[in-house]
């Protein structure tokens, strides 16, 4: 209610000043007069200007307070969005530590599994013997037989042991 006296006042010392009688009578323009110096504002239009632009400072005031509010309360938001952001690449992180401890555990892991496999194959080529340049078709349709009586024959023919058994065979 205290605002609307307020502004009531405000318009009427808006239309005193352009409806102020002049000297000779008429209405003149108060702000013309007064820059001719003629017209010299009572105390009580004074005090009426300066309650006015009080209610336009403090207007002003109020919406610079909301403005200064509204952000501060953006102001905490982005402070919270940051605040779980910090917290959500510190877990990655952690994560991430964890991770690489793992895949450094497995490629250890692996580099083990290559040697043994490697000394694996190794030595099954050791234990084998490869025989090469029988003619296509000589072993006939069971190769142990054919290839046991070859090298007993082999063997033989070196003076050595004839005691000797195929555990297994196959063709490359």
Not at 61 to 83: F, G, H, W
Request: aromatic content about 4%; hydrophobic content about 40%; some cysteine.
């Amino acid at each position: 209610m205290g605002n609307d006296r307020s502004m009531r006042v405000a318009q009427q010392t808006k239309m005193d000043q352009f409806t102020a009688p002049s000297a000779s009578g008429g209405l003149q323009s108060a702000e013309g007069e007064a820059q001719r110096g003629t017209i010299k504002p009572s105390g009580a239009q004074t005090l009426v200007a300066i309650e006015a632009s009080g209610l336009v400072l403090q207007a002003k005031i109020e919406a610079i307070a909301l403005d200064a509010n509204l952000l501060r309360t953006d102001l905490c938001k982005v402070a919270e969005r940051s605040l779980e952001t910090e917290s959500q690449v510190t877990e990655m992180q952690e994560d991430v530590s964890h991770l690489k401890a793992t895949v450094m555990a497995l490629e250890t892991h692996s580099s083990k599994m290559e040697a043994w496999l490697e000394d694996a194959e190794g030595r099954s080529y050791r234990c084998n013997l490869r025989f090469l340049g029988f003619p296509e078709g000589a072993e006939g349709s069971k190769p142990e037989v054919f290839l046991d009586k070859w090298i007993v024959k082999a063997l033989l023919s070196a003076n050595l042991s004839t005691f000797l058994t195929l555990e297994s065979m196959r063709r490359s």
